[in-house]
Structures are given as structure tokens and as C-alpha cells.
């Protein structure tokens, strides 16, 4: 099983990543997206992440992920 931790601001700025993702339809495949609202690797300047949420999820919905959810809470995750 491979597991990506991944950032609000890498996938804004790394889009067409998903696509390729997406387009591979891997099943053991996790990609966990961290959204704290800035891109950190950069120096932390903030990102759009807010304004464009429902949007960037409908992206990756569209890119063939073989499953898409969106967690407010970490209570009940688990990677069964």
C-alpha cells in the first residue's frame, strides 16, 4: 500500500499531478490531503484553499481517483 501526505497548497500548485494519478486507477493507493491554508514548503504564504474548496474536490472526483471523501474529523479515520 502506498500513502501520500500531501498539502493544500502543493495540490493547488501541482494540479495536473492528480491527472496522472487518477488516470492510473491504482487501488492501493492513499493519497491524504492536509488542508491548513498555506504552502509551507515556500515559506508559508496562504493559499486559496478557502474560497476554492468544493471546486479542487470536484477536480480530483473527476480525475478517476477510485475514491474521493472529505474528513472534518480525524476521530474515525482508519486506513482499513
Known amino acids: 500500500q502506498v500513502i ?3 498539502g493544500d497548497g502543493n495540490v493547488l500548485m501541482n494540479l495536473g499531478s492528480l491527472v496522472t494519478i ?3 486507477k491504482v487501488r492501493n493507493f492513499i493519497h491524504i490531503l492536509f488542508d491548513n491554508h498555506i504552502h ?3 515559506g508559508g504564504q ?3 484553499s478557502r474560497q ?3 471546486s479542487v474536490i470536484n477536480q480530483i472526483r473527476n ?3 477510485v475514491f474521493v471523501t472529505v474528513m472534518l474529523n480525524l476521530r474515525y479515520f482508519s486506513f482499513k
Do not use: H, K
Open 4 to 6: 501520500v501526505f500531501d
Open 22 to 24: 487518477g488516470s492510473l
Open 40 to 42: 509551507e514548503s515556500t
Open 46 to 48: 496562504p493559499t486559496t
Open 52 to 54: 476554492i474548496r468544493s
Open 63 to 65: 480525475t478517476n481517483y
